[in-house]
């Protein structure tokens, strides 16, 4: 396709995503650079870099920031790796068996989030069916405090983001070219030889993009985390997005807010552009 052509088909919409992304990253970091609350809304005082000094010099951000780092450090590895483990089995089974496991499988990619923690949360109440396993088993009674509530928020990302990776290397592997792993099997490869040199490298591209859709959407968690800890500060269970919420609408402080929400983008995008590059070398390599 000729260059202009492309830019003929394609300026519309890279019009459209820059007015849609860069009006509000500009009007954010404008309010950001204010001193706003629900007060003085119609009135914003400027304040220059303050509120961004504010934000780098606040323990409870920095406490939201570590939280949002172990939850990703620990929900993405796993995720890819069970998603991985999971579609790998089931292309390995009857399409009858596939279907019904698939069908369990997405239950938490269909379910609404908040309606999905709630069902979760319900397991470890008073009379809830992992309450009561753990108090048989460990004879002692589930308590919910500091590590058991992250413990939950966790478990619960994993539970909900891995149907995500499940299906995308479901769908890879369906193009995985069965030559090669007859031709492997002739040449006496093992099955863990098989996956290693043969199935990895082919779906190493959407492993970074699974990567990369799952980053985004570990830092910008919230739904699960307003459930579980209902937004309690004892249990230190913050997130990015929980306390710019927190920092918005209990605390009212907009400007302050706003400077969260400019320096979470600048977050995400200092995670995501190595992947990228990393992504467009990969694509260059495979041409």
Avoid: C
């Amino acid at each position: 396709m000729k260059r202009s052509t492309f830019l003929q088909f394609a300026t519309p919409s890279i019009v459209i995503m820059t007015l849609l992304m860069v009006i509000p990253l500009g009007m954010a970091i404008w309010l950001g650079m204010n001193f706003i609350t629900y007060n003085n809304i119609n009135a914003p005082q400027f304040v220059g870099m303050k509120n961004y000094a504010d934000v780098l010099g606040d323990p409870r951000f920095w406490q939201s920031f570590r939280f949002t780092g172990l939850y990703m450090a620990i929900v993405i590895p796993v995720q890819l790796f069970v998603g991985f483990t999971i579609a790998l089995t089931l292309d390995q089974v009857s399409k009858f068996v596939r279907g019904i496991y698939l069908s369990l499988f997405l239950l938490p990619f269909i379910i609404v989030p908040v309606v999905g923690t709630l069902m979760f949360k319900q397991l470890f109440e008073p009379s809830g069916l992992f309450t009561w396993l753990y108090q048989t088993i460990l004879d002692t009674k589930f308590r919910y405090n500091e590590t058991s509530v992250k413990t939950l928020i966790i478990l619960y990302g994993i539970w909900a983001s891995t149907p995500f990776a499940l299906v995308t290397y479901f769908a890879g592997l369906q193009t995985l070219p069965v030559e090669q792993l007859e031709a492997a099997s002739m040449d006496g490869a093992s099955p863990l030889q098989k996956i290693r040199y043969i199935v990895l490298p082919h779906v190493r591209s959407l492993t970074i993009f699974i990567l990369m859709i799952s980053l985004m959407d570990a830092y910008r968690i919230f739904d699960s985390v307003f459930v579980l800890s209902e937004m309690n500060p004892i249990y230190k269970a913050d997130t990015m997005m929980t306390y710019v919420f927190q920092t918005a609408v209990t605390v009212q402080r907009l400007d302050k807010a706003n400077a969260m929400a400019v320096l979470t983008v600048i977050g995400i995008m200092v995670i995501l552009i190595p992947n990228l590059i990393q992504t467009y070398h990969q694509q260059i390599e495979e041409r």
